[in-house]
């Protein structure tokens, strides 16, 4: 069964520093992965998604992700982050054998400090 | 924006009554997704249709049913709310081709009393 694990339910970095999120995954398929983000009291907005191809993949707002075959992680990183950062942050996995449905993990909260 | 609806965006309910939530699009995308969201769990598939009439339990679905009619509607039922499933519920869709990521609604906020 596919799994999504995000180390750290909570990220507190000072606003101009580097931002790492971490996610690491299990499948027993090539994996499509994604990273959302949702704001206070909205929908979740796709950041980024690795299919296939180009294993270091760029997505909004400044935001990039690299997927690692060998260490199942697909951790999303910004090199400054911004005040507007502050948010919750999702990484999923997708069943795509089977209605593409989405497995999420638990969340990670992305405090950006003045 | 994909265009999602979710309907209604806020709704306060007695234990034991039923409840009927929906997401229209008008995307025209086969699969649509019901998750619910609860703190320190994420997002938790409860029902999905990857057609007209076809439809199928996810990870959490006890005491939730489903049913799709139209492409573009998709509704969840709670059939005698619990305040256990007092929670944020979040409509999605996906077309499964070129486009393999889900687009979201901006949720309803369920209370159960």
């Known amino acids: 069964a596919q799994s999504v694990t995000q180390l750290g339910s909570h990220v507190s970095v000072s606003e101009g520093a580097l931002v790492l999120l971490r996610c690491n995954y299990s499948s027993s398929v090539p994996p499509y992965l994604f990273w959302y983000v949702q704001y206070p009291n909205q929908g979740l907005q796709l950041l980024l998604k690795?299919?296939?191809?180009?294993?270091l993949v760029k997505g909004i707002n400044g935001f990039e992700a690299e997927f690692k075959k060998s260490e199942t992680s697909f951790h999303l990183t910004k090199p400054s982050a911004h005040m507007s950062d502050a948010a919750e942050y999702f990484c999923?996995?997708?069943?795509?054998?089977?209605?593409?449905?989405?497995?999420f993990g638990s969340g990670t909260r992305l405090l950006v400090r003045p | 924006d994909a265009g999602i609806t979710q309907s209604p965006r806020h709704k306060v309910t007695e234990t034991g009554t039923p409840v009927t939530l929906r997401c229209h699009q008008t995307?025209?995308?086969?699969?649509m997704y019901w998750y619910r969201q609860d703190p320190g769990h994420g997002l938790r598939l409860i029902h999905y249709s990857y057609g007209v009439k076809d439809t199928d339990k996810g990870e959490v679905s006890d005491g939730y049913s489903v049913s799709r009619s139209k492409t573009e509607d998709f509704l969840l039922t709670l059939e005698s709310a619990t305040s256990s499933q007092t929670s944020v519920y979040f409509c999605a869709i996906s077309d499964g081709h070129t486009n393999t990521e889900a687009f979201f609604g901006q949720g309803t906020r369920l209370t159960v009393v």
């Open positions: 995307e025209n995308h086969r699969y």
């Open positions: 690795y299919t296939t191809g180009a294993t």
């Open positions: 999923a996995v997708s069943d795509r054998g089977s209605s593409y449905k989405l497995i």
